[in-house]
């Protein structure tokens, strides 16, 4: 058999139908610059968001609009951060995409009334962009069946 050739009574892939987009903006708000989400308040036993973190989800919800999802699909989100991540002497500004990315998917979910067991994809990157600084976010259903393993 030829490649790209399909054989007699073998079925065709069916048509994958696009995703849906629920939610696609640009945020002009430079994040904070965090290494560290949390604070230990030992004299209460406590561990929570440090007080700049949770101005940035706050006034990061406010930019969020009210979302009708499909019943439950399942999520891809695609986070990008716009900003200048270098020092004017070249090196890398520290900026830990992984917290950035945590409280970004936090607070879109808590904003939209969803949880984030359903985002199934994820994909997040930063941008050199002295010029535009902001946070590009886009949620839409998956477009493909999760992966499993029998």
């Known amino acids: 058999m030829e490649e790209g050739e399909i054989a007699q009574g073998e079925p065709s892939a069916a048509p994958k139908s696009p995703p849906v987009v629920y939610l696609s903006l640009f945020i002009p708000l430079q994040p904070p610059s965090v290494n560290a989400l949390y604070q230990i308040i030992f004299s209460r036993r406590k561990v ?3 007080p700049e973190v949770r101005t940035f989800k706050t006034r990061l919800k406010q930019y969020i609009p009210p979302t009708k999802l499909d019943s439950v699909s399942l999520l ?3 986070i990008r951060l716009y900003g200048d991540w270098y020092y004017k002497n070249g090196k890398v500004k520290k900026a830990d ?3 950035y990315e945590k409280v970004i998917q936090d607070a879109l979910c808590e904003q939209i009334g969803q949880d984030d067991a359903l985002i199934w994809e994820k994909h997040t990157r930063k941008v050199q962009s002295p010029n535009r ?3 590009e976010i886009c949620l839409q259903s998956l477009d493909s069946t999760p992966d499993t393993i029998s």
Request: net charge positive; glycine share 8%.
């Open 133 to 135: 600084v902001g946070i």
């Open 97 to 99: 995409l992984s917290n």
């Open 48 to 50: 929570e968001l440090k």
């Open 76 to 78: 891809k989100l695609t």
